[in-house]
Each structure stands twice: as structure tokens, then as C-alpha cells.
């Protein structure tokens, strides 16, 4: 009788063993993205679960981790093991490709191999745009950037040194007040058309740094969180500010959060915000699963998907679907990153490095701050 006990308990410990074995090896996806896609990758890390075992058969684990967007790149090159990225912006891609987690010639804007190149519309399938939110009945009478730089106006915006929200944010400010500069020489389309004299571009390009400046100083004075989540429970959750720079996907969530008690004011120009997304070579070899990053990502172009980023308040790069849902989407006029600040390494460079714009502005409130 003991024997025949121990033999069911073996055979209960090997079929344990099994299953354990079985566990192990199922294959996990992770995806490192910034705040505000919080809901989005929620929902579709569960519909591409779904589609991934229609298509193979396989049960697959899909996870995410989101944070600050520049803060998630740097956590990627120090290991944490990203399949794919979903950043806010190509210049934090970069810090990844950078860092040698990606194939050879991916890091290279010049190279036919890069990874911005290697997926649809610039490896963007979705987009966005800075808006303002402000409190319900709009008690500061805010109706578009001039207002941010007012003194009895307090902004809030997470940090342009962490978060790659914060930086849309910025050059769209920046943006709108170099148009305004360039007013009598035809605004922003002056420089997309190349046809500037440099001295008059010098002090436009002076006078939208003194406006950027009041705008960040308002920001300043409340503290500006790491990442564009954590400005957001300031503003809507703390209280804090009369006015919030928001992606507007993620201004359509807290007025949804708060029942309509916050208002979105809409400007008439701002920045046409590319999220890019990315698969990292090195990290889906070691791992095997570049099958599956490469379906997640291409997946995101579907029209399901595309409905699905809709549907999460992001503007979808498919015309089709971005046209069912132009009611949520209102049509302004939105200028890029390229066209006005020579695209990202430049601007990367000239505004959020060590010398750049945001850091002499950061060392003057300082200075002001004590």
C-alpha cells in the first residue's frame, strides 16, 4: 500500500513538474512605453494575446511598463528587457539605438536600415497634439498660449528633462510664438520654405525664447513632475494649476475622469506629436521572441487596431478611421517637428541638451527660486 502511495505521489510530483516546465517557457512580450498609452496598451496587449492565438495557436503573456518617456529609454539601456518601445518621441528611440540594443545600421539616420524607416508613416501609427485643460466655467478666461505666459496663470506640464510629453509641450509653445515672431514675414511656412533672412530669424527665434520662458516659469513655480501622469493627478486629482499642457488624448481621459468639471481649450496652431514605436533587436534575439514583436507592432496598423487607438483618443494614422472619428478630433493648424525645428537630433540638441534653451531657462529660475 506504501508503495503504491509513493508511486501516485512521483506521479503526481512529475505531472507538477510538467506544468511548471510547460509555464516556464511560455513566451512574454514586454513593452516599454511612456504615461499617457496607459489605457491604450491595457487594451491592445489584450487584443493582440487574442490575435496571436488565433494566428499561431500560442498563449502568450503581453506586459507593459510605462514611466517618463526619456526616463523608460534609460532604464532600457541599463536592462530592462524591452521587446519593443513605444516612446514619446524618436529623440528617446535614439538613446536605445544609441546604446547599441539595436541591429547594425539602425542607429544610423542615413543608413536604409534605420529603425524609423523599418515600419509605416515614419514608425508612427498613431499621433497626437498639445491642448490645454483647464477648470470648469475656465475661471482665468484662458483661450490659447498668450494666456500661459500671464502672470496670475499657473501652468502645469511634467519636466522637459524627463518626460518626452514635456518636450511636445515645449516646442509647441515655442512654436506658436516663433509663428506669432514671424507674423509679417508669413509665420512658420517662412521656414518650412527656406526663404528666411537669418537676421530676422535670429530675433524671432529670441523673442520665442522669451515667451517660452514666462510659460515654463508659471510652470516652475508648481514643481514639474517626471512624467505626463504625474502632472496629471496634479492638476486633476491635487488641484494644482489653472491650466494643464496636455497630449490630448490624455486631456480626454481627465475630463472623462472628472464627469466634464475640466474643459479642453483647443489652440488654433500646435504640434502634430509623432509617438514612434520600435522593436529592440538585441534584447528579442536573446529572448526569441522577434516573431512576436514584429507582429505586435505591425499588428498596430491594422484597421481593428487602428479603431482600437481611436477609441483610446489617439489620432490614428489610418485616414479611414481618423475620418469616423473626426467629431472627437478637431482640425487646427499643426506644424512638426521637422519642418520647424530641423527635425529631432537638432532640436534634441539646441533645446533639451546640457547648453540647450530649457537648461539656461532651468538655470535662471534657480537663481530666481532662491
Same mark, same amino acid.
Request: proline share 4%.
Given at each position: 500500500?506504501?508503495?503504491?502511495? $509513493?508511486?501516485?505521489?512521483? +506521479? ?31 487594451? /491592445?496587449?489584450? @487584443? ?12 502568450? @503573456? ?5 514611466? %517618463? ?9 541599463? %536592462? ?31 543608413? #536604409?536600415?534605420?529603425?524609423?524607416? *523599418?515600419? #509605416?508613416?515614419?514608425?508612427? #501609427? ?11 466655467? !475656465? ?32 516646442? @509647441? ?9 514671424? @507674423?509679417?514675414?508669413?509665420? &512658420? ?18 523673442? +520665442? /525664447? ?7 516659469? !508659471? ?10 501622469? %504625474? ?23 481627465? *475630463?472623462? /475622469? ?17 509617438? #514612434? ?5 538585441? !534584447? ?16 498596430? /496598423? ?9 477609441? !483610446? ?18 482640425? &487646427? ?8 525645428? %530641423? ?11 546640457? $547648453? ?15
Amino acid at each position: 500500500m506504501q508503495k503504491q502511495v $509513493a508511486l501516485i505521489a512521483v +506521479a503526481i510530483l512529475s505531472l507538477v513538474a510538467l506544468v511548471g516546465c510547460k509555464n516556464s517557457q511560455q513566451r512574454e512580450l514586454l513593452n516599454v512605453s511612456y504615461d499617457p498609452t496607459r489605457e491604450l496598451y491595457e487594451a /491592445y496587449n489584450k @487584443a493582440f494575446a487574442k490575435h496571436w492565438l488565433e494566428l499561431t495557436g500560442e498563449t502568450i @503573456a503581453v506586459e507593459k511598463s510605462n514611466g %517618463g518617456s526619456g526616463s523608460q529609454a534609460r532604464a532600457v539601456v541599463s %536592462g530592462l528587457e524591452a521587446d519593443v518601445v513605444t516612446l514619446a518621441l524618436a529623440s528617446d528611440v535614439d538613446i536605445v539605438a544609441n546604446a547599441g540594443l539595436f541591429a547594425d545600421g539602425a542607429d544610423n539616420p542615413e543608413s #536604409p536600415d534605420y529603425w524609423q524607416k *523599418r515600419l #509605416p508613416n515614419n514608425s508612427c #501609427p498613431y499621433a497626437s497634439t498639445i491642448v490645454i485643460l483647464v477648470r470648469k466655467g !475656465n475661471p482665468k478666461n484662458i483661450k490659447g498660449w498668450d494666456d500661459l505666459a500671464r502672470a496670475d496663470v499657473a501652468v502645469v506640464t511634467p519636466n522637459p528633462k524627463t518626460s518626452g510629453g514635456a518636450r511636445w509641450n515645449y516646442l @509647441a509653445v515655442w512654436g506658436y510664438a516663433l509663428d506669432k515672431a514671424l @507674423a509679417d514675414h508669413g509665420g &512658420l511656412n517662412a521656414i518650412k520654405d527656406g526663404n528666411l533672412d537669418t537676421n530676422v530669424l535670429t530675433v524671432a527665434q529670441a523673442q +520665442a /525664447y522669451d515667451f517660452t520662458e514666462k510659460v515654463f516659469l !508659471n510652470a516652475f513655480a508648481q514643481g514639474m513632475q517626471s512624467g505626463a501622469r %504625474g502632472a496629471t493627478d496634479d492638476f486633476v486629482k491635487n488641484n494644482v494649476g489653472d491650466a494643464f499642457l496636455a497630449w490630448e488624448n490624455e486631456a480626454i481621459l481627465a *475630463r472623462e /475622469y472628472t464627469k466634464n468639471d475640466l474643459e479642453i481649450i483647443v489652440p488654433k496652431m500646435s504640434i502634430l506629436a509623432e509617438p #514612434p514605436v520600435a522593436i529592440v533587436d538585441k !534584447n528579442v534575439d536573446y529572448k526569441k521572441t522577434r516573431d512576436i514583436a514584429e507582429e505586435y507592432l505591425n499588428y498596430l /496598423y491594422s484597421p481593428e487596431s487602428q479603431e482600437l487607438i481611436a477609441q !483610446n483618443h489617439y489620432r490614428p494614422s489610418d485616414e479611414t478611421v481618423l475620418a469616423k472619428y473626426r467629431d472627437q478630433f478637431p482640425e &487646427l493648424e499643426l506644424f512638426t517637428v521637422d519642418d520647424v525645428f %530641423g527635425g529631432w537630433v537638432q532640436a534634441q540638441e539646441e533645446h533639451f541638451g546640457d $547648453a540647450g534653451y530649457f537648461n539656461q531657462m532651468l538655470e535662471k529660475f534657480a537663481k530666481k527660486a532662491r
